[in-house]
C-alpha cells in the first residue's frame, strides 16, 4: 500500500501527557452542569409563558435550547467515559438524568461507544458506534441493493435530516443485539423515565405544544450532534489502516479531527471539536481538552479543520485504500473502467 504525504504526528510519551489532564475537578463539573441544565430549565418555564403569548417567542427559544442540549449530550458522553467526576456513582447518576434528557440510554450508549474509542480507524473492525463507510472496492463489489441502500444511507438528506430523528426517537429505544441483562434492564428504566418525562410536560404544556417544543430541540441537538460526529471522523486525510497495521495513537491524533470551531459554537459542543484529544485519553474531562491543547506542542501538530473546510466532507463516501483517504463516488468511474478493461482481456 502506498504511502500519503501526509507525515504522520509525533506519539512519543503520550501517555506521560495527556496523565496531567486527566484529573477531574469537582468545581468545574459542578459549574458546567450549573449552567448547563438551569438555563435549559429555565427556557422551558420561559417557553410555558410565552406560549400563552406567541409562537414566534416559543421557536426560538426552543432553538436555543436545543443548543444546551447539546451541552447536555457532551456532559452525558463524559460521564459513560467515567471522566466528568472522579465518583463512578456520581458519573452513573449524572450520566443516567443527562441521557434522559437527551433521549439517549447511558449504559447501552456506553458499551457501544466503548467499542467506537477501541476501534476508530480500524478498517476490520467496523459497526458499532461508527459512520457506516465502504472501501471503493467493498462498494464495487456489493450487490446492486447494497449499493443502493448505501447511497440512500449517505445521501446528507437522510444521514444529517432524517437518521439523527429516528436514533434519537426509535433507535435508542430498541436493545442491541450485543446487550446483556444488565444493559436491556437499564434500558427498560430508561425508556419508562422518557415517556414518564413526557407525559408529565404534555399535561403541563399540552399534548401538542410539547411535541412541537420537542421536536424542535431534539432536531436542533440530533441533527448538530450527528453532524459533529460525522465531521470527527470523515474528512479527507483521515487515518484508517487494516488490523496489522493499526495504532491507537496514530488513529486518535491522525484519524480524529481537530475540529476548530468559533468560541460561541466551542463552547455549546463542550469542547468537543478537540477531538483528537479526546481520542487518545477519553479520561480527559471536556473542560480541560482546550488547556491540554494550548500546552502540549504533540496536539498543535494536528491541522485544524474549520468550520468552512469541514463542509467538504459531505461529499466524503468512500474509503480508498490505494490512494490511502476519504473520496467521492467519482473514483468509481475510473476502477469500473479497470476492472471492465481486464475483464475483457482474452
Known amino acids: 500500500m502506498p504511502e500519503s504525504g501526509k507525515t504522520p504526528p509525533e506519539t512519543t510519551g503520550w501517555k506521560d501527557i495527556v496523565r496531567k489532564y486527566q484529573l477531574p475537578s469537582k468545581r468545574k ?11 435549559y430549565a429555565l427556557l ?5 409563558f410565552a406560549m400563552r403569548v406567541s409562537w ?10 436545543g443548543a ?15 471522566s466528568f467526576f472522579k465518583s463512578k456513582r456520581a458519573n452513573e447518576i449524572t450520566g443516567f438524568v443527562t ?16 467499542v467506537h474509542h477501541s476501534a476508530a480507524g480500524d478498517l476490520d473492525r467496523r459497526g458499532i458506534g461508527d459512520v457506516w463507510t465502504l472501501t471503493v472496492q467493498e462498494y464495487l463489489e456489493s450487490s446492486r441493493w447494497r449499493r443502493v441502500s448505501y447511497r440512500i444511507f449517505r445521501n446528507p438528506i437522510v444521514l444529517f435530516g432524517i437518521a439523527p430523528l429516528l436514533l434519537f426517537l426509535v433507535v435508542n429505544r430498541i436493545p442491541v443485539k450485543e446487550a446483556n441483562r444488565s444493559v436491556r434492564n437499564w434500558l427498560m428504566v430508561t425508556n419508562l423515565s422518557v415517556l414518564a418525562m413526557a407525559v408529565g410536560l404534555s399535561l403541563a404544556f399540552g399534548v401538542v405544544n410539547y411535541l412541537l417544543i420537542q421536536l424542535i430541540i431534539i432536531t436542533v441537538a440530533s441533527v448538530a450532534g450527528v453532524w459533529l460526529f460525522y465531521v470527527q471522523h470523515q474528512y479527507e486525510d483521515v487515518y484508517w489502516e487494516r488490523k496489522p497495521e493499526w495504532d491507537f495513537a496514530q488513529a486518535a491524533l491522525a484519524g480524529s479531527s481537530f475540529y476548530k470551531l468559533p468560541k460561541v459554537l466551542q463552547w455549546f459542543s463542550g469542547n468537543i471539536g478537540f477531538h483528537h484529544i479526546h481520542h487518545l485519553s477519553p479520561r480527559i474531562p471536556n473542560y480541560q481538552l482546550a488547556r491540554a491543547h494550548e500546552s502540549e506542542p504533540m496536539f498543535q501538530q494536528v491541522e485544524p479543520l474549520t468550520l468552512r473546510k469541514s463542509f467538504k ?15 467521492g463516488y467519482r473514483a468509481l468511474k475510473g476502477r469500473r473502467r479497470t476492472r471492465g478493461a481486464r475483464a475483457a482481456r482474452p
Open 56 to 65: 414566534w417567542l416559543v421557536a426560538p427559544m426552543a432553538v436555543l435550547a
Open 313 to 327: 466532507s459531505i461529499n466524503f463516501r468512500l474509503w480508498d485504500e490505494d490512494n490511502r483517504q476519504l473520496t
Open 99 to 114: 441521557g434522559l434528557l437527551t433521549m439517549t440510554p447511558f449504559h447501552q450508549w456506553r458499551m457501544e461507544h466503548t
Open 44 to 48: 422551558w418555564v420561559a417557553m410555558f
Open 68 to 82: 444546551f442540549l447539546i451541552r447536555t449530550f457532551v456532559i452525558f458522553h463524559d460521564c459513560t467515559h467515567g
Open 29 to 39: 463539573s459542578a459549574w458546567q452542569l450549573g449552567n448547563t441544565l438551569i438555563p
